[in-house]
């Protein structure tokens, strides 16, 4: 007596391969973006920017004092000492984990690494999104595409996030995904109040391809950056 399948479960068996051929489509990549910047990032003790200190003394003093105090009194005869450090906030709140490790310069190595891997997971997200031929090559083309390339994926800075998330809210932008825009531009703004203007350059760009080859106005997308 034959037995046929019911078509729900065969859904369902397809479903559970797809969800672990995605897993292992990232396991490798990402295991490999975290081995290649703990290299990079350890294989010297010194830190690649001056900058990160900063960043992550004021992590260190939000964590041990208040949230809303965003001065840096070291900074004397800098405007810094009188307006604060506000204006890369949120990246100094999301340094405040690695502030936890009792020796603050390895913390900015191990936040080094974290941040790194998931630049280069960005740029390896958009390009599986876009199908590209050999997707896990184009991150590392990135990386060690130039000196100062490399440099600035390497540096504990607000940059380090802010340059791979506009590129990811240049393709939000460009399929379409209003909420993932709103949710690009904030952490864009957030990290680095500098950059505010980047999303409006953004938006620009794809509304102009939008007007040329689709005839239309990317309104919701608007109403998302600003």
Same mark, same amino acid.
């Given at each position: 007596?034959?037995?046929?399948? !019911? ?5 369902? =068996? ?27 990032? &350890? ?34 005869? =800098? ?53 590209? !031929? ?8 990135? %990386? ?16 380090? %996030? ?32 500098? &950059? ?31």
């Amino acid at each position: 007596q034959s037995v046929t399948r !019911r078509p729900d479960a065969h859904r369902g =068996t397809h479903h559970v391969f797809e969800v672990k051929k995605n897993i292992h489509a990232w396991i490798f990549p990402i295991g490999i973006f975290l081995a290649l910047a703990a290299g990079l990032h &350890f294989i010297s003790p010194h830190i690649a920017d001056a900058d990160s200190f900063l960043y992550m003394r004021q992590a260190y003093r939000f964590r041990t004092g208040s949230f809303f105090d965003t001065s840096f009194p070291w900074f004397t005869h =800098t405007i810094i000492a009188d307006l604060g450090v506000s204006l890369w906030y949120g990246f100094s709140v999301l340094l405040i984990p690695f502030s936890f490790v009792p020796d603050l310069t390895l913390g900015i190595k191990i936040a080094g690494v974290f941040f790194t891997t998931l630049a280069l997971s960005i740029y390896y997200y958009i390009s599986r999104k876009e199908h590209f !031929r050999w997707p896990f090559i184009w991150p590392l083309l990135i %990386l060690g595409a130039a000196p100062n390339t490399m440099f600035r994926l390497l540096m504990v800075r607000m940059q380090i %996030l802010t340059v791979p998330l506009s590129v990811l809210l240049l393709w939000f932008l460009l399929r379409g995904y209003a909420w993932a825009s709103l949710a690009g531009t904030f952490l864009i703004v957030w990290i680095h109040g500098n &950059f505010a203007w980047i999303p409006f350059l953004l938006w620009g760009a794809s509304q102009a391809v939008a007007a040329i080859f689709e005839k239309r106005f990317l309104w919701r997308e608007w109403l998302a950056v600003i």
